[in-house]
Antibody, heavy 120, light 107 residues
Framework: QVQLQESGPGLVKPSQTLSLMCTVS??????????WSWIRQPPGKGLEWIGH???????SYNPSLKSRLTISVDTSNNHFSLNLNSVTAADMAVYFC????????????WGQGTVVTVSS | DIQMTQSPSSLSASVGDRVTITCRAS??????LNWYQQKPGKAPKLLIF???SLQSGAPSRFSGSGYGTDFTLTISSLQPEDFATYYC?????????FGQGTKLDMK
């Protein structure tokens, strides 16, 4: 079955760029039936949708992050990535990647999440 | 952005209880409403999509209802593994938004 796995540095310095990758296994990222999404959860808080990308590279971003955010897709290697620049302590969170099923219109498969700390 | 408001924010209940959590959207979202369960240190799991459709693998004691702005998640008979935090999420428009969560703990 399809699985998602986040990877990337767990520690980022303030003002630098957070870069994470989500590797999709057990299925192709090139299916037109899904958006590939990033969602985050600050410590002890709720869930915030960051944005998504389709296999063609079409994106939608949360306006609150849009000016600092880039999501990209690599269909050859079956992964998608997040870059968030100029990070601050407010960007500290568990970052999840998730599959947004267009048939269910819901996040039906999630990665386990990766903790990102912002500190010098 | 569409605001999603859940109530209550926390709830204490016992095994065997019938539990209801509500979610209200700031504007009509038709039936574009999903429910997730999250346990500590884990990713959320999809329980209900499109307001009332049970996700494959989710126990049948979970059910959803509602349309427009008001929605409900019901657990018919609480089991020990159901103590968790529950989130609603709208898929009507972007940015996708979540409710603040309802923490369900043992009485």
């Amino acid at each position: 079955q399809v699985q998602l796995q986040e990877s990337g540095p767990g520690l980022v310095k303030p003002s630098q760029t957070l870069s994470l990758m989500c590797t999709v296994s057990g299925g192709s990222i090139s299916s037109g039936d899904y958006y590939w999404s990033w969602i985050r959860q600050p410590p002890g808080k709720g869930l915030e949708w960051i944005g998504h990308i389709d296999y063609n590279g079409g994106t939608s971003y949360n306006p609150s992050l849009k000016s600092r955010l880039t999501i990209s897709v690599d269909t050859s290697n079956n992964h998608f990535s997040l870059n968030l620049n100029s990070v601050t302590a407010a960007d500290m969170a568990v970052y999840f990647c998730a599959r947004d099923s267009l048939t269910r219109d819901a996040f039906d498969i999630w990665g386990q999440g990766t903790v990102v700390t912002v500190s010098s | 952005d569409i605001q999603m408001t859940q109530s209550p924010s926390s709830l204490s209940a016992s095994v065997g209880d019938r539990v209801t959590i509500t979610c209200r959207a700031s504007q009509s979202i038709n039936r574009n409403l999903n429910w997730y369960q999250q346990k500590p240190g884990k990713a959320p799991k999809l329980l209900i999509f499109a307001a009332f459709s049970l996700q494959s693998g989710a126990p049948s004691r979970f059910s959803g209802s509602g349309y427009g702005t008001d929605f409900t998640l019901t657990i018919s008979s609480l089991q020990p593994e159901d103590f968790a935090t529950y989130y609603c999420q709208q898929s009507y428009s972007t940015p996708r938004t979540f409710g603040q969560g309802t923490k369900l703990d043992m009485k």
